[in-house]
């Protein structure tokens, strides 16, 4: 066991499995004492490794991850504390792995219920080799103004209470992390603080005893005088009646066992600790009071007298001229975290996103404010998801069963259109889905499944302007324009597109108006006089459809009809269709193990 104090200043650890709010607490305690260092050296988190994106005082900094002790040990030599919040299952194998390190000196075990025979051999292994555990079942220590483990000592507001982040003159140790909160609250009232504060931890086989920890403040010249408090169980505190009886401490040591009341109850009472339980008169929290008082120690008579005491000891040393008191400083004021900040409405944040469409907070998704189960039991299809995510309204069963009827025709046109070919040569390419997906996409425009919006908008200003069909189609002609939605590389007046007739008898059934469509058909007559391949194709079919889609259902202004089609919205139902068609290709390339693609030479025209 270390015979001095076990932490300083530039004292860094190895923290084993991360735990963002006891890390953030460390090097919030970090700023508020001024060190210039963080005390987390690194993060060791088994398969992990890179880089954890923590604040020290406003400052964001990058602290290492390592996946291994090993890694961390040798990549941070100087950090010789072992801070280890694994659970029960695992602590005690990476703590004996931490005490094998040459560079670990002390060994934290946060987790409770450790088992006993792993906790006697890393108490074994830790004295045979001069090291210390602290735990298991501990919340840890600390060294005001210097260094603390994990959550100790809790909030910043707690630690700033309780003067932590300056040395005073107080050794303190116990057996419980929370009553260790609670003491040094009481000793920051009635003296200068603590300088140093260890919780042994409540399980049955603390890694080292309260004596242990006393026989260091009384070689640590800082600390003036030691508080202890015990608890009923167990017989540690018979090793400090010793170290009193025999002389080997000279400081006063004020203490108090815990558990008195275990006397009220007639049967044997467990506390909260494993530790916690009377086996005898000796192991009572009156016995062990008694035989302390006996050794010298300065024993109150209950809990409720132990701040006095203490605050008497100090009081005494303070006239004896041992303890000098402190000038109060002010501790650097800890940033705030904007999430807390904002939840106590202290600042205001603008958003960075804006959404209108789904919301994901509550207990489940919904999108445009209907519950993803409400989706579900309704049984909405895929036009009815369309028209809440895209039209934040449920349209009419009509109008979302065109939207289906539309996708399942423009899912696909064979393998020889340009975006099949990219995706085709692309999976080939060995490529994977995404990246043979997009290089399809990215071919839709103009001249390929991209003019949807350009059909209906030039369709809409044509009929809303009450152009006839020679006017609308000899005014685009002067402007050198293309009619969009007009002409067929393949399909002719005589051999119509099947998909341009299902959707136009599926529009005149179901639909209030069609005077959109019957404008465009007016227009295909006309086009067709002038060349047989000038038919109405699908583009021209869903983009004149779909205007009298938001036309017709009532549920449209003429504003939000004109925002739509400019936005880009009947494109997006070409992406998403073709999409279907463009994944099918990638694994139907990939199943059959295409290889690499390449263009024929007979297929190319090498000219000067």
């Known amino acids: 066991m270390a015979t001095g104090q076990l932490f300083s200043r530039t004292t860094q650890a190895l923290f084993y499995n991360y735990k963002q709010l006891p890390i953030q607490r460390m090097l919030d305690f970090d700023f508020l004492c001024g060190r210039e260092t963080p005390s987390v050296a690194c993060i060791i988190n088994p398969g992990a490794e890179g880089f954890q994106k923590l604040f020290f005082g406003q400052e964001e900094i990058a602290i290492p991850v390592h996946s291994t002790i090993e890694a961390a040990c040798t990549a941070h030599p100087t950090a010789d504390v072992f801070i280890n919040f694994a659970s029960f299952r ?30 006697k051999q890393l108490i074994a292994y830790a004295r045979s080799n001069k090291k210390v555990v602290i735990g298991p079942a501990t919340v840890g220590g600390i060294q005001a103004g210097a260094f603390k483990i994990g959550d100790t000592a809790g909030t910043i507001d707690n630690i700033v209470q309780c003067k932590l982040y300056r040395p005073g003159s107080v050794g303190f140790v116990s057996k419980s992390g929370g009553m260790s909160n609670e003491m040094y609250n009481t000793i920051a009232r009635v003296t200068d603080g603590i300088y140093e504060g260890i919780a042994i931890g409540g399980d049955v086989f603390p890694g080292s005893t309260l004596s242990d920890h006393i026989l260091r403040f009384n070689n640590i010249p800082q600390v003036k005088m030691m508080v202890v408090l015990g608890e009923l169980g167990g017989r540690d505190e018979y090793s400090l009646v010793e170290a009193l009886k025999q ?49 010298g120690a300065i024993v109150p008579t209950s809990y409720e007298a132990f701040e006095a ?24 004021q800890i940033p705030e975290d ?36 409400s989706i579900v039991e309704r049984g909405y299809g895929v036009g009815d998801v369309i028209s809440l995510l895209w039209f934040k309204r449920s349209l009419p069963r009509y109008c979302t069963h065109f939207i289906e009827i539309c996708i399942m025709l423009c899912a696909d046109h064979g393998p020889c259109v340009s975006g099949a070919h990219n995706t085709i040569v692309t999976a080939r390419a060995g490529k994977d889905l995404v990246s043979s997906l997009v290089s399809g ?57 099947k998909r341009v007739e299902l959707l136009q008898r599926f529009a005149r059934t179901h639909f209030p108006s069609v005077k959109y469509m019957e404008y465009a058909i007016q227009v295909e007559t006309y086009t067709l006089s002038k060349a047989n391949n000038l038919v109405l194709n699908v583009d021209g079919a869903i983009g004149s459809l779909f205007l009298d889609l938001l036309a017709g259902s009532g549920m449209f202004s003429k504003q939000e009809i004109d925002e739509i089609v400019e936005i880009g919205y009947l494109n997006g139902l070409f992406v998403l269709a073709r999409s279907i068609g463009l994944i099918g290709h990638t694994f139907d390339q990939k199943r059959l193990k295409q290889p690499l693609y390449r263009h024929p030479w007979e297929d190319v025209l090498y000219t000067k």
């Open 90 to 119: 695992s602590a005690a194998a990476s703590s004996m792995a931490a005490l094998k390190q040459p560079t670990i000196r002390v060994v934290a075990i946060i987790a409770e219920g450790v088992p006993m025979s792993d906790t």
């Open 309 to 332: 005491v203490i605050k008497e000891t100090f009081d005494k040393l303070v006239e004896q001229g041992k303890i000098t008191p402190l000038k109060e400083v002010m501790p650097p």
């Open 338 to 373: 904007l999430n807390s900040a904002i939840k106590s409405r202290k600042v205001r944040a603008p958003t960075h996103i804006i959404s209108t469409i789904s919301d994901d907070r509550g207990e489940e998704p919904c999108y445009a404010g209907v519950p993803m189960s």
């Open 247 to 295: 002389g080997k401490v000279n400081k006063p040591v004020v203490a108090w066992v815990c558990g008195t009341c275990a006397r009220l109850f007639k049967s044997e009472v467990q506390f909260g600790h494993a530790g916690a339980k009377s086996g005898g008169e000796m192991e009572s929290a009156q016995g062990k009071n008694q035989a302390l008082r006996d050794a």
């Open 441 to 497: 996409l990215l071919t839709i425009g103009p001249r390929f499944g991209g003019a949807i919006d350009d059909a209906a908008r030039y369709f809409k200003d044509a009929y809303d302007r009450g152009l006839t069909p020679y006017e609308f189609v000899e005014g685009m002609k002067k402007k050198g324009i293309r009619v969009p939605g007009i002409g067929h590389r393949i399909k002719r007046g005589d051999n119509r597109d």
